[in-house]
């Protein structure tokens, strides 16, 4: 009976010291959105981001449709009165006004690579109330990712963008191009994480595969011409949606088996 009596109160110290779980959620960029959908409640979520339900940039925005996306920030934060404010590096993201202490906040800053989505995952799932969540998330990435198949080849990839920019080191694309077995042209050249890339310097280069972003196959404007020059169309290409790589979270085993899928599927060179 005794040690029946300290347990209750072991779990009961344990129960009270344990944090409200918050009951209104901000969001305040696409990244933090890909997180709090992924772990916290739906009822848990007051906003998203004002690019919460633009599939270009979202890679949730299935579960997002039925939640509010904020359209000026600075005055609908302040309205809603939120508990918690997930967003940018410096936690308020911004929002001018923003009275000290009334909320709680969470700084993300970018992930560049699954080591920082892991800790990205328990931060947030530990912020939103559900770290149990959190943990079953990041244990599951983990399995999908030790399913990927092997890439049957490796090379030198290039990340081009529109406007000639290149994805550099340091980046999540960069890790996504290391676990797909490739590397990345940004290494090989002493680029940093973003750097304008000429056609004359690519094709000098002569990367293996270009990885460019879903949707790049129409020219809509001087930009994206660049991409559809004659001399990079015998380069084979990778197309992997922006919005699994603009951003950190569950996306990324859905961007790692894509572009292993599409090594996997290109002809021999």
Not at 68 to 82: C, F, M, N
Not at 86 to 103: E, H, I, N
Not at 137 to 144: H, S, T, V
């Amino acid at each position: 009976m005794h040690r029946r009596i300290i347990a209750a109160l072991c779990l009961l110290s344990l129960t009270a010291a344990a944090p409200t779980p918050p009951k209104r959620i901000v969001s305040l960029n696409t990244c933090a959105d890909q997180y709090v959908l992924a772990l916290a409640d739906p009822g848990q979520i007051a906003a998203l981001s004002p690019y919460g339900h633009d599939p270009e940039l979202s890679a949730a925005v299935a579960k997002a449709r039925q939640i509010r996306v904020l359209k000026r920030p600075a005055e609908e934060v302040l309205a809603i009165g939120p508990d918690l404010v997930v967003g940018f590096p410096d936690g308020a993201g911004g929002v001018v006004g923003a009275p000290q202490g009334r909320w709680r906040k969470l700084g993300l800053a970018s992930a560049d690579g699954f080591a920082a989505i892991r800790g990205q995952i328990r931060q947030v799932a530990a912020a939103v109330g559900h770290p149990a969540r959190g943990q079953a998330l990041i244990a599951r990435m983990e399995r999908d990712l030790a399913a990927l198949p092997r890439p049957r080849r490796g090379g030198v990839a290039a990340y081009y963008q529109r406007r000639g920019y290149m994805t550099g080191t340091g980046t999540l694309v960069d890790d996504l191009i290391q676990r797909a077995g490739l590397t990345n042209l940004a290494a090989k050249l002493g680029k940093p994480a973003l750097a304008q890339v000429s056609l004359e310097e690519m094709i000098a280069a002569r990367p293996d595969y270009l990885i460019v972003e879903e949707g790049s196959e129409k020219i809509v404007d001087q930009g994206t011409e660049m991409l559809h020059h004659p001399v990079l169309r015998s380069i084979p290409r990778i197309r992997v949606p922006q919005a699994w790589t603009v951003c950190g979270g569950p996306a990324y085993v859905q961007a790692a088996r894509s572009i292993i899928a599409q090594i996997n599927a290109a002809p021999e060179r």
